[in-house]
T-cell receptor, first 114, second 115 residues
Framework: AQSVSQHNHHVILSEAASLELGCNYS??????LFWYVQYPGQHLQLLLK??????LVKGIKGFEAEFIKSKFSFNLRKPSVQWSDTAEYFC????????????FGQGTTLQVKP | DGGITQSPKYLFRKEGQNVTLSCEQN?????MYWYRQDPGQGLRLIYY???????QKGDIAEGYSVSREKKESFPLTVTSAQKNPTAFYLC??????????????FGPGTRLTVT
C-alpha cells in the first residue's frame, strides 16, 4: 500500500545536538511534501513545505528539509536543537493528482534534554 | 482573530451513544477536513469537504458521518457503529487550489473518551 513512513518514533537529544528526522513516501509522480509540528498543548502547525523548485527548503525556527526525489525522501534537519523543540513532528504528503488530501506519517516524538 | 475552533476540548460518552464534535472556521476556507490522531499512527483522514453541501470519505470513514451546510462549519458525528471511538480528533481547513496542494490549518482538537 502507498504510504508515508517516519523511521524514528522517539528521539532523545541533548541541547545543541544536530537533528535529522527521516521521512520516506511510496507515491510515484509529482508530490507535495510537508512537515508539521505539534508542541505540547498547542495546535498542529506547519514547519515547512515543498511544492517545486529548490529541493532544500527552509522553514520556521531554523528547520530545513531536503527533498531527494530518487530516494523518495524528505528528511527534516536542524543543526542545533533547543529544549523548546521538544514536540511531535509529522511528515505529510499530498499524493499525485489529489489537491485536497494529506497522508501523514506516524509521527516522531522529539525530546530535547536541557 | 482568524482560526479554527473545536469544542469541547474534552468529551466523555457512554458506549452506544452518538456524539457530535464541532468545528468552526473563520478563515474563509472552502475545504475542511477531519482527522483522527492515535499514538504511533499519525493522523488519519476521516472525511473531507471541498465545497458546501459536498463531502468525501477519507481512509477511515466507517462509523462516522459529517455534514457541510455552511462554509464555516463541518461537524463530525461519531456513531455507535465506530468500534474504537476513543481518540483525539483534529479538524483542519485550507483554501482550494487546483494546481497543487496548499497547507492545512488545524484546530486545537477534541479528545473523545468513550467508556
Amino acid at each position: 500500500a502507498q504510504s508515508v513512513s517516519q523511521h524514528n518514533h522517539h528521539v532523545i537529544l541533548s541541547e545543541a545536538a544536530s537533528l535529522e528526522l527521516g521521512c520516506n513516501y511510496s507515491y510515484g509522480g509529482t508530490v507535495n511534501l510537508f512537515w508539521y509540528v505539534q508542541y505540547p498543548g498547542q495546535h498542529l502547525q506547519l514547519l515547512l513545505k515543498y511544492f517545486s523548485g529548490d529541493p532544500l527548503v527552509k522553514g520556521i525556527k531554523g528547520f530545513e528539509a531536503e527533498f531527494i526525489k530518487s530516494k523518495f525522501s524528505f528528511n527534516l534537519r536542524k543543526p542545533s536543537v533547543q529544549w523548546s523543540d521538544t514536540a511531535e513532528y509529522f511528515c505529510a504528503v499530498n499524493p499525485p493528482s489529489n489537491t485536497g488530501k494529506l497522508i501523514f506519517g506516524q509521527g516522531t516524538t522529539l525530546q530535547v534534554k536541557p | 482573530d482568524g482560526g479554527i475552533t473545536q469544542s469541547p476540548k474534552y468529551l466523555f460518552r457512554k458506549e452506544g451513544q452518538n456524539v457530535t464534535l464541532s468545528c468552526e472556521q473563520n478563515l474563509n476556507h472552502d475545504a475542511m477536513y477531519w482527522y483522527r490522531q492515535d499514538p504511533g499512527q499519525g493522523l488519519r483522514l476521516i472525511y473531507y469537504s471541498q465545497i458546501v453541501n459536498d463531502f468525501q470519505k477519507g481512509d477511515i470513514a466507517e462509523g462516522y458521518s459529517v455534514s457541510r451546510e455552511k462554509k464555516e462549519s463541518f461537524p463530525l458525528t461519531v456513531t455507535s457503529a465506530q468500534k474504537n471511538p476513543t481518540a483525539f480528533y483534529l479538524c483542519a481547513s485550507s483554501i482550494v487550489r487546483t494546481a497543487h496542494a496548499v497547507e492545512q490549518y488545524f484546530g486545537p482538537g477534541t479528545r473523545l473518551t468513550v467508556t
